[in-house]
């Protein structure tokens, strides 16, 4: 069974930095599409930003320019790189993982933009 653990998540002020992690077991990383989503209290889980395989990467508008999604094969694990942070962006973050029917998710882990 695949596993997905996120890490990285806290607080932070308006403007700040996190990176979240994601380690997954075995070694899907190298060949499964890997992806962000999140979920915002009272909204739908939305994709924020995915890394295709065997290449290729797409944003959600609202974070192009700011977050980036970066896969490390050697180490089995996907990060997304978050920069400019801004209120609206706090939510619960989950990694995700798909190739064809096979789909899993993470347990998901808060970030929080706040002064």
């Known amino acids: 069974q695949v596993q997905l653990v996120e890490s990285g998540g806290g607080l932070v002020q308006p403007g700040g930095s996190l990176r979240l992690s994601c380690a997954a077991s075995g070694r899907i990383i190298s060949i499964y599409d890997m992806g962000w989503y999140r979920q915002a209290p009272g909204k739908q889980r939305e994709l924020v930003a995915i890394?295709?395989?065997?290449?290729?990467?797409n944003y959600v508008d609202s974070v192009k320019g700011r977050f980036t999604i970066s896969r490390d094969t050697a180490k089995n694990t996907v990060y997304l790189q978050m920069n400019g942070l801004k209120p609206e962006d706090t939510a619960v973050y989950y990694c995700?993982?798909?190739?064809?029917?096979?789909?899993?998710w993470g347990q998901g882990t808060q970030v929080t933009v706040s002064s």
């Open positions: 995700n993982a798909v190739r064809g029917p096979n789909m899993y």
């Open positions: 890394n295709s395989y065997p290449g290729g990467t």
